[in-house]
């Protein structure tokens, strides 16, 4: 390298399954380097042609076409003692990691203008000693000295919240290409302790492909006769990029069409493939993925004996954390909302940069980032608390989104000869539009009645930009006809007086009811024993007063719950009773 070795620098590198990143320090901060405009450095190794090793985009490009020569997931294998063949040859995986690391620290070299010595690497909280000390033989290999492996939550954690005084407690959920781990992370003046880690090592955006190429298989072979569609290996690669593809776009956009020219032909004739999948329809196919992360959630918490109401901050880590539907889960679960605005992707290596910097003797800050500190969204017809609601309020934008930040979603009219539709823009958290504060509100009219009753449909875009305008954008798919509108100084609007404001004068206009007085669990609550009797009138005073600050969804199910246990208890039915008073203990576990 030009400028000579250099003992004082150190790099931070985030070695994953799927992807790998490097950060160096420049000017205090950490910065994950950049090739080509790309960060993120494909964790795969392969031999071309002429035998020589390529290790990134180009090795995986040749994944399909070359299996035999080339090697993916090796992480998967640390610590195992297994060789893997790569061309004629086997190799130990801390030598296919070297051959990664390498390629991170040239890049590194390249960017720094100086041949780097030293690195921190990160490691799954899991990864046991053997794992450890394999990933330590890899940067060895590679001409690094480790000076520390650190838990991948742990670095996420530290691109937070370096500098944090006091103590915090944070949960790291990480879902990747194909892995998934959470974890209970405390820090301590500046010391950072994984307190559990829950999860699956075998779940991820890999999972969430093949889910949508299920489709497109079911699909070519129904709709298009393509019967032998599965066995056709360059085919399926093909679609299971374009799976990834339409997975990434449905995260900003309500449906995705898939074109892909030639995927076959019948009778001599050509078929393409023009297909479309709604972000609804992949939001179902997802859901047993879905409750199975939230299980490990459950797991992690309950190891680390933390309450989610103990929770200082949830950090979104993984590119896979960019479905909105993860977000919304756990803002549901856990009553607050995650935040992933340190990308998700380089979060863990610029964790990574943080902790060189500090064993460089630099005092580092959390990596900073513009967020908004409100949702954005608008009103539609739907259910508030189970009943049927004309103003729920539908989030576009949610608080912690970095800026700038755009996201569409799809409308439907109401009446099937309406002819105009008011765009209302509102800022708050509540789910009842009417107690958040109205910012804009946008006509549009001239509706083609007729193709929306097809359900085409009206697609919303708000974009906020980091001046705090929001633009909003609401296009008839039918026709094509849109309107634009400006809501000027959107981030400065709000503040605590106007959502008070706006939440009494709603209030006042409903006349809120008081409430009625609950039944108390005792009148007959000599038919039970008294421990139970006593357990359950405790329970239920949890869930009263935790009844008005739990989500929708949960307050429903809570409300059910309590009169089927009064119920119970007034019956003498003690089996069903202790039952019931379970289910709601665990509700209440999450809420409290
Ligand atoms: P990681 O291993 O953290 O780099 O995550 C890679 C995974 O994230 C891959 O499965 C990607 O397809 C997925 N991914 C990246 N961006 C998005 C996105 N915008 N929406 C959904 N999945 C994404």
């Given at each position: ?15 994953g399954t799927t992807?790998?990143e490097v ?14 405009g790309?960060?993120?450095?494909p ?6 042609d002429?035998?020589?090793v ?6 995986r490009?040749q ?5 035999e ?14 060789q893997v ?14 051959f ?8 590194a ?20 000693d053997?794992?450890?000390?394999s ?15 650190i838990?991948?939550?742990?670095a ?8 944090a005084a006091?103590?915090r407690?944070?949960?790291v959920?990480d879902?990747?290409?194909?892995t998934?781990d ?8 500046g010391?950072?302790?994984v307190?559990a880690?829950?999860g ?10 093949a889910?949508?190429l299920?489709?497109l298989?079911?699909?070519l072979e129904?709709?298009?006769?393509l019967?032998h569609a ?6 399926q ?9 339409a ?6 956009r ?11 032909s019948?009778?001599g004739?050509a ?5 479309e999948?709604?972000?609804a ?6 859901q ?12 992690a918490?309950?190891?680390?004996a ?9 950090l979104?880590?993984?590119g ?6 993860i977000?919304?889960v ?7 909302e ?5 990308d998700?992707?380089?979060?863990v ?5 943080v902790?060189?910097?500090?064993e460089?003797?630099?005092?580092m800050?959390?990596?900073l980032?513009d967020?908004?500190?409100y949702?954005?969204?608008t ?8 009943e ?18 755009t ?11 309406q ?6 823009v509102?800022q708050?958290e ?7 504060v ?25 974009s906020?930009?980091l001046?705090g305008?929001l633009h909003?954008?609401?296009?008839e ?10 809501v000027?100084?959107?981030l ?7 959502l ?7 209030s ?11 039944a108390a669990?005792g ?6 024993p008294a421990?139970?009797a ?7 005073a949890?869930?009263e ?15 059910d ?7 119970a208890?007034?019956e003498?039915?003690v ?18």
């Open positions: 390298m030009a400028g000579g070795a250099n003992d004082s620098d150190i790099i931070g590198i985030d070695l992807n790998s950060a160096i320090i420049e000017g205090g901060k950490p910065t994950v380097v950049r090739e080509d790309e960060a993120i450095l964790s795969c190794v392969g031999l071309d002429a035998g020589t390529i290790v990134g985009q180009q090795a490009n994944a399909a076409a070359a299996p020569r080339t090697v993916l997931s090796i992480k998967r294998l640390m610590g195992s003692g297994t063949r790569m061309g004629t040859d086997a190799y130990s995986p801390q030598e296919i990691s070297a990664i690391l390498k390629a991170l620290k040239e890049r070299d390249r960017a720094l203008g100086r041949d780097v010595r030293k690195a921190v690497i990160t490691v799954p909280a899991y990864f046991t053997a794992q450890r000390q990933t330590r033989e890899a940067g060895e290999i590679a001409g690094l000295t480790v000076v520390r492996i838990n991948e939550p742990t996420a954690a530290l691109s937070y919240e370096s500098g006091g103590s407690t944070l949960l959920y879902l990747g290409g194909g998934f959470v974890s209970v992370v405390r820090i301590e003046e010391v950072v302790e307190l880690t829950a699956d090592n075998q779940l991820g955006g890999d999972d969430f492909d889910l949508i299920e489709r298989n079911t699909h129904t709709e298009l006769g019967e599965r066995e056709d290996r360059l085919l690669a093909r679609l299971r990029q374009a799976a990834e593809r997975k990434i776009e449905l995260s900003d309500p449906w995705v069409r898939v074109e892909e020219d030639h995927v076959g019948v009778d004739e078929r393409h493939l023009a297909w999948l709604s972000r329809d992949f939001e179902r196919d997802l047993p993925f879905v409750d199975r992360s939230l299980q490990a959630v459950t797991t918490l309950q190891d680390a933390v309450r989610p109401s103990q929770l200082d901050r949830v979104l880590v993984g896979s954390t960019r479905i909105p539907r977000a919304s756990l803002a549901e679960r856990l009553a607050q995650p935040h992933g605005e340190v998700p992707d380089l979060c290596a610029l964790g990574a940069g902790q060189a910097g500090i460089m003797g630099q005092d800050q959390a990596v980032v967020i908004t500190p949702t954005f969204g009103r539609a017809a739907g259910e508030l608390y189970g049927p609601y004309a103003h729920q309020f539908v989030p576009l934008i949610r608080r912690n989104s970095k800026l700038p930040a996201r569409t979603e799809v409308f439907y009219t109401v009446f099937e000869d002819e105009e539709v008011d765009i209302k509102y708050g509540d789910p009842d539009a009417l107690k958040n109205e910012i804009g509100t946008f006509l549009f009219s001239g509706l083609n009645r007729h193709r929306d009753a097809h359900g085409q449909g009206l697609l919303f875009t708000y906020l930009d001046d305008l909003v954008h609401a296009r798919r039918a026709t094509g006809r849109e309107i634009r509108g400006v000027e100084n959107a400065g609007r709000s503040t605590d007086e106007a008070g404001a706006a939440r009494e004068r709603v006042a206009l409903w006349g809120e009811a008081g409430g009625e007085s609950p669990a009148d007959a609550a000599a038919a039970v421990d139970v006593r357990a359950v009138e405790e329970s239920l949890r869930a007063s935790a009844l008005d600050a739990a989500p929708a969804e949960d307050r429903e199910e809570m409300i719950l309590m009169e089927d246990l009064r119920d208890v007034r003498g039915r089996d069903q009773a202790s039952e019931l008073r379970g289910k709601l203990d665990e509700i209440l576990f999450y809420l409290e």
